[in-house]
């Protein structure tokens, strides 16, 4: 596709329940981002992939958060048992390489986020 | 405290004005300075990109970095409605993966 995609746009869940959210990035890409983006908070790195490993996992705040990425593309972010401060906004950003390693290669293109709701 | 402080805003501002939307840092080993714009409802893209200290011009968008100061600064010059977003300042330090650290974002509202 044209851009990173995100499923879905919206999900509204009970509390204890789990979801799954799930990132297209932009073709070719190698590197996958999570980030969440609460009120008030800014957007707060969780992951980064490389291919289908996560050399940097420090941002998920808790055991609860997991994600993982298959054929180097599409990649879900899982949240076990959820509660009511998993309520934000998850975005998904991809980069051609990772940020960093190649000379300017600060371009992430975000996807347009999975606004999460725990009632 | 957080890395990276910024004004939450709104700022409002009319038409035609000179917008200054400004984030201070407290890790001296940021090297690469950003800043996103984000519409309601979508993700952030990338508007400036700044190595180190000094002054990049890109159109109406002059982003200024001050590291003694620890002090970046977006000037937006001729204001537009269509500007009316949230602005967010990232950065990060130098080689190597290193994440983004952003600020929470200004929200910029241009009247006509």
């Known amino acids: 596709g044209a851009g990173v995609s995100q499923s879905p746009s919206n999900k509204v869940t009970e509390k204890g329940k789990d979801v799954e959210l799930r990132c297209d990035p932009i073709?070719?890409?190698?590197?996958l981002y999570w980030y969440r983006q609460s009120l008030g908070q800014g957007l707060e790195f969780l992951i980064y992939?490389?291919?289908?490993?996560?050399?940097?996992k420090s941002g998920l705040p808790s055991d609860r958060f997991s994600a993982e990425r298959t054929g180097g593309s599409v990649s879900t972010l899982t949240i076990q048992r959820t509660q009511q401060e998993d309520s934000a906004v998850y975005l998904c950003?991809?980069?051609?390489?990772?940020?960093?390693?190649?000379?300017?290669?600060?371009?992430?293109?975000f996807g347009p986020g999975t606004r999460l709701t725990v009632l | 405290q957080k890395e990276v402080e910024q004004d939450p805003g709104p700022l409002s501002v009319p038409e035609g004005a000179i917008v200054s939307l400004n984030c201070t840092y407290s890790?001296?080993?940021?090297?690469?300075f950003m800043w996103y714009r984000q519409y309601s409802r979508k993700g952030p893209e990338l508007l400036m990109y700044?190595?180190?200290?000094g002054n990049k011009e890109d159109g109406r968008f002059t982003a200024q970095v001050d590291k003694s100061s620890k002090y970046i600064s977006l000037f937006i010059r001729d204001s537009q409605p269509s500007d009316s977003a949230t602005y967010l300042c990232?950065?990060?330090?130098?080689?190597?993966?290193?994440?983004?650290?952003f600020g929470t974002g200004t929200r910029l509202l241009v009247s006509p």
């Open positions: 950003a991809s980069s051609l390489v990772p940020l960093g390693l190649a000379g300017r290669t600060d371009t992430q293109y």
């Open positions: 073709s070719g890409h190698t590197a």
């Open positions: 992939f490389q291919g289908n490993s996560a050399p940097d």
């Open positions: 890790n001296s080993a940021f090297q690469y």
């Open positions: 700044t190595y180190s200290s």
């Open positions: 990232a950065m990060r330090r130098s080689t190597g993966f290193q994440k983004l650290v």
